[in-house]
């Protein structure tokens, strides 16, 4: 599975499970940190930890891998799982607008998820 595939595969998990304004930004061209993040908002700290869960779940189930490595706490504000060239950052609306890494990655190009989410 390439970078891009399997930063859509996690945006469609994210979404499956009600994932708020869910953005994917290709950032590989700016970095060697990460291909792709994949940005979401979740509305509970319950929904931090479904997300997360979904997004292990999912990997796992289409591609045999799971996080190198989780920062944050599944029952907090935020969370980001590793998955090497896609990295995945669930984070509460106050803790989205504090990091704010759609302003800090301004450079990185967005993917249009128009046909991949239920919901934009």
């Not at 997004?55 to 189930?61: A, D, F, G, P, R």
Request: net charge negative; with cysteine.
């Amino acid at each position: 599975m390439t970078p891009k595939e399997t930063a859509i595969v996690l945006a469609k998990a994210l979404d499956s499970k009600k994932g708020i304004d869910i953005k994917v930004l290709e950032t590989g061209h700016l970095t060697t940190l990460a291909d792709y993040f994949v940005i979401c908002t979740a509305t509970s700290t319950t929904q931090v930890r479904a997300l997360s869960d979904e997004c292990e779940k999912t990997m796992k189930e289409t591609a045999g891998e799971l996080p190198h490595h989780v920062e944050g706490h599944r029952g907090g504000t935020w969370v980001l799982l590793d998955f090497s060239s896609v990295v995945v950052h669930i984070f509460m609306d106050d803790a989205r607008k504090f990091y704010d890494l759609e302003r800090l990655w301004s450079d990185a190009t967005p993917v249009d998820l128009t046909d991949v989410l239920t919901e934009n």
